[in-house]
């Protein structure tokens, strides 16, 4: 006597499955089922450079997690002035929620934001950015210093069947604010220095020694 055995599918209207159907290519493969792969990686480092060249809340709603937070001594840097008593301290989370980020990004002039490299592994991507123009409002300084930074964008796994497979939950990200700083007429360097170069270990004047 034949049994046939019907196996029910489970359909989740509005939801997108956390389940990775790929398998393997060897029991010795080193594959993770969760784990992202370059192009998923690019996605999520052009995810994160849309919301400083062309920010929308809806893209930030899109690709930040509910948990999202931001650390960032460099932003903090310049919400201060490079001042370093204040108003925020250093070593804190520059924005501690997805709506806080909103807010902050959101009343923010959009910047060039060109990505030089990415790396990842499973759930994080690491990017190297540059900005050749930091400032795009009026009375900026010509030529502008361009901003080259780092950004360790830790992701939150939603489903590969899911619009945005990976969310950016947890972002690290610094830079050099000084020439930021420069930018947005803040600080003012002394070009017409002749002394010695930092860490020379001499001093400007005359030579007293005999």
Not at 166 to 174: D, K
Request: hydrophobic content about 35%; proline content about 9%.
């Amino acid at each position: 006597m034949r049994f046939a055995y019907v196996l029910p599918t489970l359909v989740a209207l509005g939801a997108c499955a956390a389940l990775d159907t790929r398998q393997s290519e060897s029991t010795n493969s080193c594959h993770k089922i969760n784990c992202m792969d370059d192009d998923q990686a690019l996605v999520v480092a052009n995810n994160f450079a849309s919301l400083v060249s062309a920010y929308t809340q809806a893209d930030a709603e899109a690709v930040l997690s509910p948990t999202f937070s931001d650390y960032s001594d460099s932003v903090i840097a310049l919400i201060d002035s490079g001042c370093p008593s204040g108003p925020v301290p250093l070593g804190v989370a520059t924005f501690s929620s997805r709506a806080q980020f909103e807010q902050g990004q959101g009343g923010q002039p959009n910047i060039t934001f060109n990505i030089q490299n990415v790396w990842h592994n499973c759930d994080t991507v690491t990017l190297r950015w540059k900005g050749p123009q930091p400032n795009p409002g009026p009375g900026a300084p010509s030529p502008q210093a361009p901003v080259t930074g780092i950004i360790v964008l830790e992701t939150q796994f939603q489903g590969f069947n899911c619009p945005q497979p990976f969310l950016i939950n947890t972002v690290y990200s610094e830079f050099n604010s000084a020439a930021w700083l420069y930018d947005l007429n803040v600080f003012m360097p002394n070009c017409s220095s002749s002394g010695p170069p930092p860490g020379s270990g001499t001093t400007s004047g005359n030579n007293t020694n005999s």
